[in-house]
């Protein structure tokens, strides 16, 4: 059903009390009429290894320059914290900071007019800028804060794995290419065969807050003190 920007207006004060809060419990009725509804033979993920990042930026650079990201926000980020260690025996460590791209996403559940929304086909978190009103509901929902308005068409914007730029192409996404030190590894977690799978059968991972229930598809290996020196 297309709601227009009138109708969304009309409505705000109401959306407004349930924005707030971006729960992710769901009746196990919803949830086995979801699982029957759309089985994908897709569910892309990434895997960001911190001990081969080195902090250089290569991909928010690639990931700027292919989906043409202005100034003044990024859908990605590597977040430096250290040093650790005495000098000259000093590491850092770095981590990716973007879209997560949750099984049960809370800013697809909390948008009121469904620009928020999972690729059935690839389990993708997407966004339809046609239909997004700039409410921001998604912003205050996602927990890894991650999202932003797209200060030109002021819809909400975010890492979609360059499915519109590169994926449609049949490419990986902007910033695995150009990582130096291939420290991201992207694929098909329903692929056992996949890179991404048996990396992430052989070393040990984490995920961000997975005690929310969201079910995050970014994935990092965790840094070793000492294996990053500069």
């Known amino acids: ?22 729960g992710v419990t769901r009746s196990p009725q919803a949830d086995s009429t979801q699982a029957a509804e759309a089985t994908p033979e897709i569910k892309y993920a990434m895997v960001h290894d911190e001990n081969a990042c080195i902090g250089c930026n290569a991909c928010v650079d690639a990931c700027r320059e292919v989906n043409h990201v202005p100034d003044g926000v990024s859908r990605v980020k590597i977040e430096r914290s250290g040093p650790f260690g005495e000098y000259p025996e000093q590491s850092y460590h770095f981590s990716r900071v973007s879209c997560q791209h949750c099984e049960a996403a809370p800013c697809v559940r909390v948008c009121p007019t469904g620009a928020a929304y999972i690729d059935k ?11 997004c009103v700039g409410c921001q509901y998604c912003i205050a929902a996602c927990p890894y804060q991650v999202r932003y308005i797209h200060p030109e068409t002021r819809t909400a914007d975010k890492c979609d794995f360059c499915q519109k730029s590169r994926l449609a192409k049949g490419l990986e996404p902007a910033c695995v290419e150009a990582c130096p030190t291939k420290a991201l590894t992207f694929g098909n977690l329903k692929d056992p065969e996949s890179d991404l799978v048996k990396l992430l059968k052989a070393k040990p991972s984490y995920r961000a807050k997975v005690d929310l229930g969201t079910r995050p598809k970014l994935f990092h290996i965790q840094t070793i003190d000492g294996e990053i020196m500069l």
Do not use: C, P
Request: proline share 0%; charged share 15%.
């Open 1 to 22: 059903m297309q709601v227009s920007k009138r109708q969304f207006l009309k409505g705000v004060g109401a959306l407004l009390a349930g924005a707030s809060f971006y």
């Open 121 to 131: 086909a690839t389990g993708i978190v997407a966004v339809n800028s046609d239909r």
